[in-house]
T-cell receptor, first 112, second 112 residues
Framework: AQKVTQAQTEISVVEKEDVTLDCVYE???????LFWYKQPPSGELVFLIR??????QNEISGRYSWNFQKSTSSFNFTITASQVVDSAVYFC?????????FGKGTRLHILP | NAGVTQTPKFQVLKTGQSMTLQCAQD?????MSWYRQDPGMGLRLIHY???????DQGEVPNGYNVSRSTTEDFPLRLLSAAPSQTSVYFC???????????FGPGTRLTVL
């Protein structure tokens, strides 16, 4: 069965600190896609990144970076020099066939 | 381009009432999905569709029906509302199996 685990329910850090959100997934497929979404306090769901199972290169976008490791079935998300605007719930998701399954999310508080 | 639209934004029902949550997209996406979001549970897949005339069950389909008569519309029906269906409902669409999803703004449903 496919599964996405975000073990960190809630994290609080002080502004400008770096923070890593963990995502561990389970799948028997060799071809799959992983995603991260952000849900700010306003409630909308914002797409951040998609990664396919054949591309293990790390990706950086500004202060955001993602580390994909097939050997440990992990797709972790790091925010460098966090800002108050990064406060949100972050979801990791896994695509298999026609479905996209989400983890339970990590609520991130950035304290000023 | 309105993207994914959902109506209503808020709804209060009494136990046993029926209603339909509307979802429409104007991006000609084949794939559409319905999720519910409950505190601590993340986003759980209710039903999904891979094209007009094709629907399938997700993780939590009980108590909900869907149909997909056109590419644009994917309504979610609650035949006999129960308090356990109090939740925030999100509709999403994507062009194909490997793509990221675009989400609507959500419908907050309360069942008394």
């Amino acid at each position: 069965a496919q599964k996405v685990t975000q073990a960190q329910t809630e994290i609080s850090v002080v502004e400008k600190e770096d923070v890593t959100l963990d995502c561990v997934y389970e799948t028997r497929d060799t071809t799959y896609y992983l995603f991260w979404y952000k849900q700010p306090p306003s409630g909308e769901l914002v797409f951040l990144i998609r990664r396919n199972s054949f591309d293990e290169q790390n990706e950086i976008s500004g202060r955001y970076s993602w580390n994909f490791q097939k050997s440990t079935s992990s797709f972790n998300f790091t925010i460098t020099a966090s800002q108050v605007v990064d406060s949100a719930v972050y979801f990791c998701a896994l695509n298999r066939d026609d479905k996209i399954i989400f983890g339970k999310g990590t609520r991130l508080h950035i304290l000023p | 381009n309105a993207g994914v639209t959902q109506t209503p934004k808020f709804q209060v029902l009494k136990t046993g009432q029926s209603m339909t949550l509307q979802c429409a997209q104007d991006m000609n996406h084949e794939y559409m999905s319905w999720y519910r979001q409950d505190p601590g549970m993340g986003l759980r897949l209710i039903h999904y569709s891979v094209g007009a005339g094709i629907t399938d069950q997700g993780e939590v389909p009980n108590g909900y029906n869907v149909s997909r008569s056109t590419t644009e519309d994917f309504p979610l029906r609650l035949l006999s509302a129960a308090p356990s269906q109090t939740s925030v409902y999100f509709c999403a669409s994507r062009p194909g199996q490997a793509n990221e999803q675009f989400f609507g703004p959500g419908t907050r449903l309360t069942v008394l």
